[in-house]
């Protein structure tokens, strides 16, 4: 059986992954859209600026999820005596 505090270090990892992962495409949405509006492009720029919405609110949905990861992890290693295994 795993040890329930190194799951929860590799689950805030993994959030914390998404998170920057996230945040990257965010900021490549954000220069695609300076491109269309140097472009003029206003077909396109409508439609990438609810994408930006969309990537912004998942954003939030991560980030939440990362900070629920963390307060779970910082229960488990108060609580578990195997708290020297997890790796920081």
């Given at each position: 059986?795993?040890?329930?505090?190194?799951?929860?270090?590799?689950?805030?990892?993994?959030?914390?992954?998404?998170?920057?992962?996230?945040?990257?495409?965010?900021?490549?949405?954000?220069?695609?859209?300076?491109?269309?509006?140097?472009?003029?492009?206003?077909?396109?720029?409508?439609?990438?600026?609810?994408?930006?919405?969309?990537?912004?609110?998942?954003?939030?949905?991560?980030?939440?999820?990362?900070?629920?990861?963390?307060?779970?992890?910082?229960?488990?290693?108060?609580?578990?005596?195997?708290?020297?295994k997890v790796?920081?």
């Amino acid at each position: 059986m795993d040890d329930p505090a190194v799951t929860a270090k590799q689950l805030v990892d993994l959030a914390r992954k998404h998170v920057e992962e996230q945040q990257s495409r965010i900021a490549r949405q954000r220069q695609l859209i300076a491109k269309y509006e140097q472009d003029d492009n206003v077909a396109r720029l409508s439609g990438a600026r609810l994408v930006l919405e969309r990537m912004r609110k998942q954003l939030a949905q991560m980030t939440k999820a990362h900070v629920a990861a963390e307060e779970h992890l910082s229960k488990v290693t108060v609580h578990e005596t195997g708290v020297e295994k997890v790796v920081w």
